[in-house]
T-cell receptor
Framework: DGGITQSPKYLFRKEGQNVTLSCEQN?????MYWYRQDPGQGLRLIYY???????QKGDIAEGYSVSREKKESFPLTVTSAQKNPTAFYLC???????????????FGDGTRLSIL | AQKVTQAQTEISVVEKEDVTLDCVYE???????LFWYKQPPSGELVFLIR??????QNEISGRYSWNFQKSTSSFNFTITASQVVDSAVYFC??????????????FGQGTRLTINP
């Protein structure tokens, strides 16, 4: 079955620690995205990547970093610079076509990050 | 700047009632896309519908229907004869039309829908 796998499901971070959230997709999608969801709020874009070895900042990139070394993988690192990391993190992917097609994004099950 | 407003934070109805979720958007673009997603308790977002700004036809899919009105910048979602399995958080989202590459979605705050048996 094609889909997006996020791991771990739950993650705890100590003060001053960097943690990495995994996102893997087998949908053969070029574009991948990371969103943050806070209670009672919509999703906000952290980073996105259109192609391997390329990524762009979203609306709330400060305190986060990403890499895109493989098409299938787009890990997100929450650094110690992110002072309020407690949230639900969702990874998504989508196809990209040349002409204004805006294909829907497919989402993983999410990772819930908390501070110890 | 683009913005999506879902004014209804929570809705609670009894099973078999019809319910409408409102979505109002703001954009300066003439070409854009609107989406609805469902987020069940398990957490993942499930895609429901995509509509581009040139297609104002209403759409029906089973018990779900969508009413897109450019004149009022609204894209409302109606569930007919609601069922307990419809209980979830529903998000409306907007993106500008991308010539190529990734798209940036702007989400509303979401509406938590509870269907009581």
């Amino acid at each position: 079955d094609g889909g997006i796998t996020q791991s771990p499901k739950y993650l705890f971070r100590k003060e001053g620690q960097n943690v990495t959230l995994s996102c893997e997709q087998n949908l053969n999608h070029d574009a991948m995205y990371w969103y943050r969801q806070d209670p009672g709020q919509g999703l906000r874009l952290i980073y996105y990547s259109q192609i391997v070895n390329d990524f762009q900042k979203g609306d709330i990139a400060e305190g986060y970093s990403v890499s895109r070394e493989k098409k299938e993988s787009f890990p997100l690192t929450v650094t110690s610079a992110q002072k309020n990391p407690t949230a639900f993190y969702l990874c998504a992917s989508s196809m990209t076509y040349r002409y204004y097609s805006n294909q829907p994004q497919h989402f993983g099950d999410g990772t819930r990050l908390s501070i110890l | 700047a683009q913005k999506v407003t879902q004014a209804q934070t929570e809705i609670s109805v009894v099973e078999k009632e019809d319910v409408t979720l409102d979505c109002v958007y703001e954009t300066r673009d003439t070409t854009y896309y609107l989406f609805w997603y469902k987020q069940p308790p398990s957490g993942e977002l499930v895609f429901l519908i995509r509509r581009n700004s040139f297609d104002e036809q209403n759409e029906i899919s089973g018990r779900y229907s969508w009413n897109f009105q450019k004149s009022t910048s609204s894209f409302n979602f109606t569930i007919t004869a609601s069922q307990v399995v419809d209980s979830a958080v529903y998000f409306c989202a907007l993106s500008e039309a991308e010539r190529q590459g990734a798209q940036k979605l702007v989400f509303g705050q979401g509406t938590r829908l509870t269907i009581n048996p």
